[in-house]
């Protein structure tokens, strides 16, 4: 190495204890203010996703209901039908972290996701 680089090494220190502890403070800060968000966001996500389904699922419901067929509450990552499971009839798709619950007797629907914390609007179809 030249002398003038041996210099410029000698010169240099780096950053200090007080400047890491300072950066590292504002990171935890940043942190504890944002992983909080982010979960609510995650959790919202999750109820509209059931409010959607719980929304598709009434209306195919009242499809049902106008041709005189039954709706019961379909098993999570299957294809509901109109005509009980026959396949003649279109279909919907529940996915299979989404649990529906319809009571064809009141006609409503209500779907929940499996985790999440809250369930979605209860839809009617009659």
């Not at 409010?51 to 041709?67: E, I, L």
């Not at 109109?82 to 279109?90: K, L, Q």
């Amino acid at each position: 190495m030249t002398k003038k680089t041996n210099k410029k090494l000698k010169g240099q220190q780096g950053f200090t204890l007080v400047e890491v502890i300072v950066v590292a403070v504002i990171v935890a800060v940043l942190a504890a203010v944002a992983v909080p968000i982010y979960l609510e966001y995650i959790e919202d996500a999750r109820v509209n996703q059931s409010d959607n389904v719980a929304g598709s699922v009434a209306s195919f419901c009242g499809a049902c209901a106008s041709n005189n067929d039954d709706c019961s509450s379909p098993t999570s990552g299957t294809k509901m039908y109109c005509d009980n499971g026959s396949g003649t009839d279109p279909a919907i798709v529940i996915p299979t972290e989404i649990t529906v619950t319809v009571n064809s007797t009141a006609g409503t629907v209500v779907a929940r996701h499996s985790q999440a914390d809250t369930t979605s609007e209860t839809y009617y179809y009659k």
